[in-house]
């Protein structure tokens, strides 16, 4: 089994046009039709993270990114059901970041400083239940 680190799925996934990218582009392809590949959940966190900042791309196109990666027989995503779970949350509306947070506990309650998380995951009816830490 060979795991990946995030700049070989952005090679994959983003093409670009400078000749060393295009170059990473087909390796990367190449790889990835290996027959057993590896992806940490925190690659894939990551990888949301450089598309949405580094190269500006919709949720929609991420999360058409995300669901591809998953759904590769090849490759085994570290927590497949949680990162599932935290892509079904992303599409309807959580941060990406939030939403793996979210999916990743084990408690009761998850709290925040964040209103817009708590009202998002509110309204996805999301449990554990998503609050704000409450003063005093």
Do not use: C
């Not at 994959?12 to 390796?27: G, M, S, V």
């Not at 027989?73 to 990406?96: C, I, Q």
């Amino acid at each position: 089994m060979i795991a990946l680190d995030t700049n070989v799925l952005a090679r994959f996934y983003i093409e670009e046009t400078e000749p060393e990218a295009k170059k990473q582009h087909l390796q990367a392809k190449r790889l990835m039709s290996a027959p057993s590949l590896f992806v940490a959940r925190t690659v894939v966190l990551e990888l949301e993270w450089l598309m949405r900042g580094g190269y500006g791309y919709s949720r929609d196109e991420i999360a058409a990114v995300i669901a591809h990666l998953l759904g590769l027989p090849n490759v085994t995503v570290e927590n497949w059901e949680m990162v599932s779970d935290a892509l079904a949350a992303y599409r309807a509306g959580l941060d990406f970041a939030d939403a793996l947070h979210h999916a990743a506990g084990t408690a009761e309650s998850f709290v925040t400083f964040d209103s817009k998380f708590v009202k998002a995951a509110t309204k996805q009816k999301l449990r554990p239940s998503v609050g704000l830490v409450k003063a005093g």
